[in-house]
């Protein structure tokens, strides 16, 4: 009987190892499935959130601009107007309303407006015409001309612009001849200045300022400073001191130095010597000088022909017999 128990109880104790044995690797089969179920489901999962990611940024949901060469179209895409392009021109060129030059080529939007300017020749604001040392005419001055246009459906607005003062010609307008001379002077820089000859002086030097002149056409006469230009004989200065014993009479009054500093070009003065203490003669006697460009000279029209000798400068007092007398010539 206890071996037959015995039995039994090995009988029963091998099943329930056999029955362990047997759920043990079905149940870790059981958790392997799940598992890569679980695994499977993550991936899942992550392939799904990539989708959503793609498509959100998908042209769907989203304008992507892709790079492309410049378009040259002269449609505007965002009103589906014509634009307008510059076209080539020689003398006129285009800006901005600021003042920023465009090109030949540059799209301008429909509605805008800019600025169309063309450089003239400027002929007659006292240009002198002249000429360099190849016979090349020197650029004269300039002015600008300009007028706002404005795009409409790919259409630049009439942009012509004329310089009236040349017509249509490319021969230069010149200026009077008068304008080009100035009697005992010679006009300088283009015209715009002037300078007198040897023993002559500026008429209003005063007022004088180089690069100051211009061609005045209704006199017609070169003008500087609004004063016509002119050059006159440089005056005749009077000694600062005048020797004892001579007298100087101008226009019937006596003069001195301290009266007046000079006598003009043409003007005569009376020149006068006292007698000596001892009863000699001085000259000159009551004689008339006359200023011509800076230089005392002799005045004979009264008949007699005499020379004090002084070459032109300020007369001093000699004695008479110093005097060098001029026969008269009879016929």
Request: a negative charge; aromatic letters at 6%; glycine letters at 8%.
């Given at each position: 009987?206890?071996g ?9 104790s091998?099943y329930?190892?056999?029955?362990q ?5 079905t ?37 992507v601009?892709v ?8 449609i505007d895409?965002?009103?589906?107007e ?10 006129v ?43 090349e ?19 630049i ?13 490319d ?5 009077p ?16 200045s002037?300078?007198c ?22 006199i ?39 009266t ?22 001085y ?5 008339m000088?006359k200023?011509?460009r ?38």
């Open positions: 009987k206890n037959t128990i015995g039995n039994r109880t090995c009988e029963l091998q329930r190892r056999d029955q044995e047997n759920v043990i690797p149940a870790k089969s059981s958790l392997s499935s799940a598992a890569a179920a679980a695994a499977d489901t993550t991936s899942a999962i992550g392939r799904q959130t990539d989708t959503n990611k793609t498509q959100s940024r998908s042209p769907v949901n989203e304008r601009t790079p492309g060469e410049p378009t040259t179209s002269p895409i965002d009103h589906g014509l634009n307008c392009t510059i076209p080539e021109s020689t003398d060129k285009f800006v901005t309303l600021s003042g920023e030059e465009l090109k030949e080529g540059a799209q301008i939007h429909h509605g805008r407006q800019i600025l169309a300017e063309k450089e003239c020749k400027d002929y007659f604001e006292g240009y002198h015409l002249d000429y360099d040392y190849y016979g005419e020197i650029s004269p001055p300039t002015r600008l001309l300009s007028t706002i246009v404005i795009c409409t459906e790919g259409v607005s009439d942009y012509t612009l004329d310089c009236d003062d040349v017509e249509t010609s021969t230069p307008v010149t200026i001849e008068e304008c080009k001379t100035v009697p005992n002077g010679e006009v300088t820089d283009n015209g715009k002037f300078q000859n040897e023993d002559y002086v500026h008429a209003d030097s005063l007022l004088y300022e180089r690069y100051s002149c211009s061609c005045d056409r209704t017609p006469a070169l003008v500087c400073n609004g004063r016509q230009a002119k050059c006159k004989p440089i005056n005749c200065k009077l000694n600062s001191f005048i020797e004892q014993g001579m007298t100087l009479k101008y226009r019937s009054k006596f003069i001195t130095a301290s007046i500093d000079a006598i003009d070009h043409g003007e005569l003065v009376m020149f006068n010597c006292e007698i000596g203490a001892n009863g000699v003669t000259e000159p006697k009551r004689r000088f200023c011509d800076g230089k005392w000279f002799e005045d004979n029209r009264r008949g007699s022909v005499w020379s004090l000798g002084n070459n032109g400068t300020f007369p001093k007092c000699r004695p008479g017999i110093n005097l060098i007398m001029i026969p008269c010539k009879h016929k």
